[in-house]
């Protein structure tokens, strides 16, 4: 856990404030502390009115205090929540947490980072219902049971057919925090995509990892269109391999460079590091758990993509 030092505590009117100059050093996001600031305080401004009450009035109109001030314990809380990259916070979000006994409000069935993601989704699908090429647009159920599971969001897509007909398309976003990456919770996710596999294959599952929630709100503005970016990660992988038949797969330095070409690869954007491109392919696999083994070239075997219909 992390200790915040009591010199970066104080207590005013009964309410505990954490220093500004501890924020910044602690908050990777916050070390361009007001372009932080302000584009933190325009997501925060859609949060549900219970989480806006933690807010002091002073943040709700947008006046910060300087790099040198104070923030209300409540007020740091909802900013480290709603910012971007906010996977990042936990550790802070925690501590404060634990010093002040300050807890963000949160419905029955939803985790705690849940509600800001519940936002940024209902941001994104409005986006592309404005901008699908058909009339679209997008109802969200949150804490839907199906069968003997209760999902985080339900999705339905309703667009006009061509012969004037209104068709419907059925998704499941799962918003996994850093917890379902124990065992536990692996073992549980896998028994229940499973089951919806079998029982609802006309529904698609999507899993949003926190640490990726920027990235993928990010992938279906681009594509328009709801997707996993597990299906992204892989058509990379599939562009910058070499094209040969066989159980194994290669990608080298120069078929490597395909992936990273917009004009071949729409999903290029997911891909950062175009001077290491052998190191990110790399990642990637490790992203996905397939093994691999890497000399000169990266070879993994083509059965780990059958899933994904490669």
Known sequence: MLRIPESDWQV??????????????????AKRFTQWMQRTHSRLLGAPENVLSYCSSELISGQFPDRNGWFYAGDALALL????????????????????????????????????FGK????????????????????IEKQKRIGNYRVDFFVTQKFDAPDGSTNKRHSIVEFDEA?????????????????????????KVIRVRHEEEDTWLEAIRRLQRLIRLEDGYVHCLQKASIVRAGPEMRINSISVRNAYDTNQ??????????????????????????PYEKGRDVRFPRKYLRAYGI
């Open 12 to 29: 005013v009117d009964e309410q505990p404030q954490i220093s500004v100059p501890y924020l910044r050093k602690v908050t990777p996001q």
């Open 81 to 116: 929540t709603y910012s971007v990259h906010s996977s990042d916070n936990v550790p802070l979000i925690e501590a404060i947490e634990q010093h002040t006994g300050l807890k963000l409000p949160v419905p029955a069935f939803e985790s705690k980072l849940e509600g800001q």
């Open 120 to 139: 940024q989704l209902r941001d994104a699908l409005d986006y592309l219902g404005k901008h699908s090429p058909y009339t679209t647009y997008y109802e």
């Open 179 to 203: 917890a379902h990456k124990l065992p536990r919770y692996r073992k549980a996710d896998k028994q229940r995509d499973y089951w919806f596999r079998k029982y609802h294959p006309e529904i």
């Open 265 to 290: 690869n729409e999903w290029s954007f997911l891909l950062k590091r175009p001077a290491q491109p052998l190191r990110e392919m790399g990642n990637l696999l490790l992203r996905l758990g397939i």
